[in-house]
Nanobody, 124 residues
Framework: VQLQASGGGLVQPGGSLRLSCAAS????????LGWFRQAPGKEREFVAC???????FYLGSVKDRFTISRDNANYTVNLQMNNLRPEDTAVYSC???????????????????WGQGTQVTVSS
């Protein structure tokens, strides 16, 4: 599967952005899907995951602000980000794996496919 992320940009603190990741391939529904981010000088960080059954998991600092969703008919995974903070500034990337669910969903190496990143900048 190939992944293409979009939707990043510059937003003021407290604002919102919606990231989308479009997948191409023969199937989509069997994949576990994730969003990660990487800020300058920092390691890649798990943000959110949605399993093939629709279970969701979030980084603690984004829970209640971010929502991950998937549209199996249109082969997309979205990340709605509300009440953005300067510390959310990073390059955001989507990822996918066909592996069965495990507790490793927060580990970048668990995923097999990655999209290019999209820059999110939160600044006044």
């Amino acid at each position: 599967v190939q992944l293409q992320a979009s939707g990043g940009g510059l937003v003021q603190p407290g604002g919102s952005l919606r990231l989308s990741c479009a997948a191409s391939g023969r199937t989509f529904s069997p994949y576990q899907l994730g969003w990660f981010r990487q800020a300058p000088g920092k390691e890649r960080e798990f943000v959110a995951c949605i399993t093939r059954t629709g279970r969701t998991f979030y980084l603690g600092s984004v829970k209640d602000r971010f929502t991950i969703s998937r549209d199996n008919a249109n082969y997309t995974v979205n990340l709605q980000m509300n009440n953005l903070r300067p510390e959310d500034t990073a390059v955001y990337s989507c990822a996918a794996t066909a592996k069965a669910y495990s507790g490793d969903y927060y580990i970048p190496g668990w995923y097999d496919y990655w999209g290019q990143g999209t820059q999110v900048t939160v600044s006044s």
